[in-house]
């Protein structure tokens, strides 16, 4: 009955958690870039301004717990500018999970484009509309010159400073907008239970020192706090 019990629950662990642990690679997410904390220059167009700019962002998480993160990269191809951003944003989490307060700050130099991903947490603070506007007064002028230090910096510092005088926290920690399939089905809980509690009884409680080491293993992606996107925020050309 032992070598049953054993076998059976092998064969559960294999099915089922096994494949939650070790997703197979989603497509969606090829090409996608795990970003820096916060800033990430792929391209190496920040030459004075990156630790200011890792300043403020800091800045802005510590005092509310949104995340704003930068990204310059050359090319987006064979996405176009709007896809990336977002995949990027949803790759990373960025934002903390059930509060989805994140921001992307995409640059593309060879297209001249940028893009502001904007978490649901964050939609009624940064408007698109406010977006835009900042953009159009006073990131474009400095990008379309080539002065990316002072484009990025001025757009970083003008969310920052709307999100810390305007941002406030969903009441008790509930999450901005449902949450699908958190994260498995009723009935896929009770089989992993089940299996747990067989592969405790069958190895004396060894498999939890195995799991333990699995979940922790990385840190997890990017570092940020695993919120998602609303694909919300504001684009443009430079």
Known sequence: ???????????????????????????????????????TDDVGVLYYSYYDIQDLCYTVDYETSCEIAVLVVNSTLPREANEYALRTFQLNGLGKEGKDNGVLVLIVTSTREWKVEVGYGLEGVLTPTFINQVALDYVEPYLAEDDYDTG????????????????????????????????????????????????????????????????????????????????????GRF
């Open 152 to 235: 990025i910096y001025n757009m970083i510092l003008l969310l920052g400073t709307e999100v810390l005088d305007k941002y406030e926290e969903p009441e008790s920690g509930d999450p901005a907008f449902p949450i699908e399939g958190v994260p498995l089905t009723f009935w896929q809980w009770v089989i992993i239970i089940a299996v747990l509690v067989g592969l405790t009884a069958v190895t004396r409680g060894h498999i939890w020192l195995i799991l333990i080491h699995l979940l922790t293993r990385g840190g997890g992606r990017g570092g940020f706090g695993g919120g998602r996107s609303g694909g919300g925020g504001g684009r």
């Open 1 to 39: 009955m032992v070598i049953i019990a054993l076998v059976v629950a092998a064969l559960l662990l294999v099915l089922v958690v096994v494949p939650w642990l070790f997703p197979t690679p989603d497509a969606r997410f090829e090409g996608i870039p795990e970003l820096e904390y916060y800033v």
